[in-house]
């Protein structure tokens, strides 16, 4: 170490302490005296110091003997040969004095409130040594009415001490500013919003307030501050890619309460409302408790795991013997573990023997990871969360990253609102758009025209990074060549887009020290998905913006293990590792590993899957986890499919739409009840722990898959996270190092090399590749606008909102249903009118397909001629009015463009 350990040195009572620069005094005493040897009320270590209670204070001086000064701890910078007294009669009395003042406006019934045991304010109190209130009754607030309004959320303020703690955590984590300190002296209190109910305020439900709260001033229906709990086990959420850590209490084998550990590295004391609060479908009334087998009249009979096992077996095996392996295949999921997507493709390849496995991933971020392994070698992000904290510029495109990936959103919000320049390509006005220094709006379907113009700008400003390009990229000057040709007017009249405007924000991008660019759906989910991906990939390599912190291209991947699913082999061209299956040597590498001989024969992908059953040629499909029937486009076209085959297995927890077709159905159980691992959208591979036992008659998706690999005679052992991921290690190389208890509570970043050392940057001085490479494309329409555009004159998108996932299968049967109970129709005002549509009017949404009724939402978010929704509830079924069309590289569907038209449904 540089510095001189005698520059670092402070005393605290009298003994020397070790140090670091930018420490303040609590810091310090807390590390080597553990949290709480200094008392705090105000102060929370995933809060900034604030200095407000002064119950922190203590005494320091520059010598020992010298003259001391009475100070707030937590917000005191630490110097080193400061003497640090923490006990002295001084700051005791100070202290006593402090909190029996507090406690002169606080209701003194701690045997019945909720956080007895784990209040904070009770905590010091007993600390100080307080036995009795000295100060007279007087004036208080104990009368204030509690809140109850909300589904989650909680408040009673008579408890709060005005520390500004929830109104800090609303500001510093969610970014909302929902809460503030309200009035002045005696008449200082929290209030939400307009001095609001928590319902009708602009509350998220996030939490981070309730958690913040040192005592049950604001809380949640769950009690999670209460000490009722018995055990408290670390997961990670089985939502979005962000890959929260939880932290689940339990007491017997019930799910009390979520909290977010304030150690963790992904979402550091915080959640979002479907994180913390929207776990209660666990147990609920709905969840399949048994396996069902199909009769002869149509209707399901309840059946031992025995006879569905027999039954499964027995159809599969005359199937194969009728057909060949080719009409088999398997639809894995991006909910389940790593370990059981590895066990899924394992099974359909090495024991049915083909290669028709595939999983969600097809219908999201399937272009993500060819197009940039067509760039980089790997199809994954090439930096870390954590690298916002050092991005000088951010670049969003085709995400909505405080709805569909909230930790993170709110971590983007952050850094913009300290003044990191944020450029949106959206053709919305997602929540985001506010804080955006340039908000391209372009229309749907245009990316690869919008960015061909982006970096075209970049190449007309002399701003091209020339040395990084020569190092460490090829094809350039094929990309060079594509872009000035371009005629920046006409593409400008095709993304509706100003191309001055384009211009500002290219130059805001290539001149940024670091640039960090992330992605959604709306990149992938096109026609020309792959290529979007490519040229984003462009834009990173032609301004040097890889291999180093704060920059790279970084998914915001749909759900909790799409990453995962596709690294395990959840894909019919590449099996675990990413290993190309009609490469002869990896052919022979897995029948050496697995002892069976491995398909040689191209696999179907999902669309193919579809077309290949209703063609008569796929006669067996088993689904782990997925609803097609409501979340891939053209429902029409997929129920077709479903009612063709011959034989459908499903995996799940509820009858979904797609279970309903099932010949037999396999009941599963929830993340809360399974261990294993998720990758998240960081690479981070981190262990999922089960919180509570399977539900009776459920069993998790690895065990099923185990037992099922039994059944068919393949010598596969029984489950175990740790037996299922040291296999994995062993085959897939990037997870080589990777052991289940070397992952610890934070997970490793792939690649994980011997000894668990992980990578949190890609591509640092090389690409995977070897080098980087450019790829030009031009611009082409939608087949589905070239072909449909003229009778159904308005594009349709669609996407998720904050409170539900996906299908909302899971979601819709918790507190998050009484938030947002139905999908909106969002329709410009100037497309309204014409339409004489106003907010609330029940209107017909339909296309080349179908149609479907949904309440309308009047809203200048979308452009003129441009419609949105979502589509997670399966009473409107928004999917039957989406297309066929997909990307052509991945056969990702088209969910972004469909043309389509609106009227009002006549009262």
Not at 499 to 514: D, G, H, N, P, T
Not at 847 to 859: D, K, M, P, W, Y
Request: net charge neutral; glycine share 8%; with cysteine.
């Amino acid at each position: 170490m540089s510095e001189d350990i005698s520059q670092l040195t402070a005393f605290i009572d009298g003994e020397p302490y070790f140090f670091k620069n930018g420490e303040t005094v609590l810091n310090v005493v807390d590390r080597h005296h553990g949290r709480g040897h200094v008392p705090t009320l105000c102060d929370a270590p995933q809060l900034k110091p604030y200095g407000a209670c002064r119950v922190c204070s203590v005494e320091v001086a520059m010598q020992a003997d010298g003259p001391r000064r009475v100070v707030a701890s937590c917000h005191t910078p630490i110097s080193a040969g400061m003497h640090i007294f923490t006990e002295s009669p001084k700051v005791r009395r100070l202290r006593k004095n402090i909190v029996e003042l507090v406690l002169t406006d606080h209701p003194l019934d701690c045997l019945t409130c909720e956080v007895s045991g784990n209040c904070e304010l009770q905590t010091v109190a007993a600390k100080v040594g307080i036995r009795g209130v000295r100060y007279p009754a007087g004036a208080n607030h104990l009368d204030r009415p509690k809140d109850h309004s909300h589904p989650y959320m909680t408040s009673e303020l008579s408890k709060c001490i005005n520390c500004s703690r929830c109104v800090r955590a609303c500001d510093e984590i969610q970014g909302q500013f929902v809460l503030s300190m309200h009035g002045r002296g005696f008449n200082a209190k929290i209030i939400k919003g307009l001095d609001q109910s928590f319902a009708d305020s602009s509350c998220v439900s996030c939490g981070a307030c309730a958690q913040a709260c040192p005592t049950s001033a604001i809380s949640d229906k769950f009690f999670s501050k209460s000490i009722e709990a018995t055990k408290k086990t670390r997961t990670v959420c089985t939502y979005c890619g962000v890959g929260c850590n939880l932290t689940v209490a339990t007491k017997g084998n019930e799910v009390l309460s979520i909290q977010a550990p304030v150690d963790a590295e992904v979402n550091h004391a915080h959640t979002c409302l479907k994180g913390r609060f929207a776990f209660k479908f666990y147990n609920h009334k709905d969840r399949l408790r048994k396996p069902l087998i199909r009769q002869a009249d149509g209707g399901f009979k309840e059946a031992t795991w025995d006879e569905a096992y027999d039954h499964i077996v027995t159809n599969l095996k005359r199937i194969i013997a009728d057909n060949g392996p080719q009409a088999v295949a398997g639809i894995s999921s991006a909910r389940c573990t790593n370990e059981e997507n590895y066990l899924m493709q394992k099974f359909i390849r090495h024991v049915i023997g083909t290669n028709n496995i595939d999983c969600c991933a097809r219908v999201c971020h399937s272009p993500t990871a060819w197009g940039m392994q067509k760039s980089f070698g790997t199809g994954a992000a090439t930096n870390s969360f954590e690298d916002i904290e050092f991005t000088k510029c951010i670049l969003v495109t085709g995400a909505n990253p405080t709805e569909g990936h909230p930790v993170t959103g709110a971590r983007l919000k952050q850094a913009v609102m300290k003044g990191t320049p944020l450029i949106v390509i959206d053709p919305r006005r997602i929540e985001i758009v506010p804080y955006a220094k340039y908000h391209l709006q372009l229309r749907p379907g245009t990316n690869v025209a919008l960015l061909n113009m982006f970096a075209r700008c970049i190449l007309d400003a002399g701003l091209v990074k020339k040395d990084f390009i020569e190092k460490r990229c090829e094809n350039w000057a094929e990309f060079e060549a594509g872009l000035r040709k371009l005629d920046l007017d006409e593409l400008e009249k095709i993304t509706g887009v100003n191309k001055e405007l384009v211009r500002a924000a290219a130059i805001e991008y290539a001149s940024a020290e670091a640039a960090m660019s992330f992605h959604g759906l709306g990149v992938t989910e096109h026609e020309q998905g792959a290529k979007t991906v490519m040229l984003i990939s462009n834009l990173a390599m032609m301004t040097g913006n890889i291999g180093r912190p704060g920059v790279g291209v970084n998914p915001l991947r749909g759900q909790n293990n799409v990453q995962g699913a596709a690294d395990m082999g959840c894909q019919p061209h590449q099996g675990a590792g990413y290993f190309e299956m009609n490469d002869l040597d990896v052919q022979k590498r897995y029948s050496e590993f697995y002892g069976t001989q491995t398909p040689s024969e191209p696999g179907w992908k999902i669309p193919q899957m579809f077309d290949n059953a209703i063609a008569g040629k796929l006669k067996a499909l088993w689904l782990m986890g997925e609803d097609v029937v409501q979340t891939d486009p053209d429902a029409h076209h997929v129920r077709h499919a479903m009612d063709s085959l011959e034989f459908l297995v499903v995996q799940e927890i509820f009858m979904t739409e797609t279970a309903k077709y099932a010949d037999v159905i396999l009941p599963a159980s929830s993340f809360l009840e399974k261990s294993g691992t998720f990758t998240n959208a960081e690479r981070r591979v981190q262990r999922v722990n089960a919180t509570v036992k399977p539900l009776e008659g459920t069993k998790p998706d690895g065990q099923i898959m185990c037992e099922i690999l039994q059944r068919f005679g393949f010598p596969q052992p029984d489950y175990t996270p740790d037996g299922v991921l040291a296999e994995i290690a062993q085959i897939v190389p990037f997870f080589k190092g990777a052991t289940w208890e070397n992952l610890g509570e934070q997970g490793l970043q792939w690649p994980i090399k011997e000894g668990g050392v992980d990578t949190q940057i890609m591509h640092l001085e090389q690409f995977s590749r070897g080098k980087g490479h450019f790829h030009y494309f031009d611009w082409k329409e939608s087949n589905e606008l070239v072909t449909n555009g003229k009778e159904f004159p308005f594009i349709l998108t669609t996407g998720r909102i904050l409170e539900h996932y996906n299908c909302g299968t899971m979601t819709r049967r918790t507190g998050n249903e009484q938030i947002v109970s139905k999908d909106l129709l969002a329709i410009n005002p100037v497309d309204a009118k014409a339409k004489s549509i106003n907010t609330g009017d029940t209107v017909k949404l339909f296309s080349a397909r179908g149609e479907v009724e949904l309440e309308a939402n009047v809203t200048d978010e979308v452009k003129p001629g441009i419609l949105y929704t979502t589509f997670h509830f399966p009473e409107a079924m928004v999917n039957n009015v989406t297309g066929q069309g997909c990307d052509a590289d991945t056969l990702c569907p088209e969910y972004k463009v469909v043309a389509a038209d609106v009227v009002r449904v006549n009262a």
